[in-house]
């Protein structure tokens, strides 16, 4: 693979479910520019990220990753983002988070953060607070949130471009 002048690192994964896209293969290489993104996919175990193929090379589009789990009907889903929503609230986009009941919950050590950024990240009512961890409640399904990811992606490539 090419790569530009500024450090970039190439990530193998194996694709366990393809929502969008024709992809035979059973794992892709795709590039890797920011560091933030190579660190969220090192502290995940499955992820949803969305990825452009440019000069025959998958990239990484930048921020484009949420963490998923599966829930008791076997579907992938993600908990609710603070995030997430508040780009809906700027686009006014009308997706709702569901109660949703993960095969393996998804916890989150709270440790490092204040009790302000714990309120706005993880609030009461989509998460369970038990010590200094937040247990996911509430959350979107995949396709729910490829919806609102590729209106997103959509919309910042036309602020990009003008």
């Known amino acids: ?7 970039m690192n190439v ?5 366990l479910k393809l929502f969008q896209g024709n992809i035979e293969e059973k794992q892709i290489s795709f590039v890797i520019s920011e560091k933030n993104d190579k660190t969220y996919l090192l502290s995940h175990n499955h992820v949803l990220i ?7 090379e998958y990239q990484l589009l930048r921020n484009q990753l949420t963490d998923v789990f599966l829930t008791k009907k076997d579907r992938w889903a993600s908990p609710y983002s603070y995030e997430d929503y ?7 986009i009308e997706i709702e988070p569901h109660k949703i ?3 393996e919950k998804p916890i989150y050590d709270l440790n490092n953060y204040t009790p302000e950024s714990i309120t706005k990240r993880y609030p ?3 998460y369970k607070i038990n010590k200094n961890k937040a247990i996911a409640i509430y959350g979107n399904y995949v396709e729910d949130l490829i919806e609102v990811k590729m209106k997103e992606i959509l919309e910042t490539m036309q ?3 003008n």
């Open 1 to 7: 693979m090419r790569h530009s002048s500024k450090q």
């Open 11 to 15: 990530a193998t994964y194996k694709i």
């Open 50 to 56: 969305f990825l452009i193929e440019k000069n025959g």
């Open 86 to 92: 508040k780009f809906f609230r700027k686009y006014h």
């Open 101 to 103: 009941k993960f095969k």
């Open 124 to 126: 009461s009512h989509y």
């Open 159 to 161: 602020h990009t471009s």
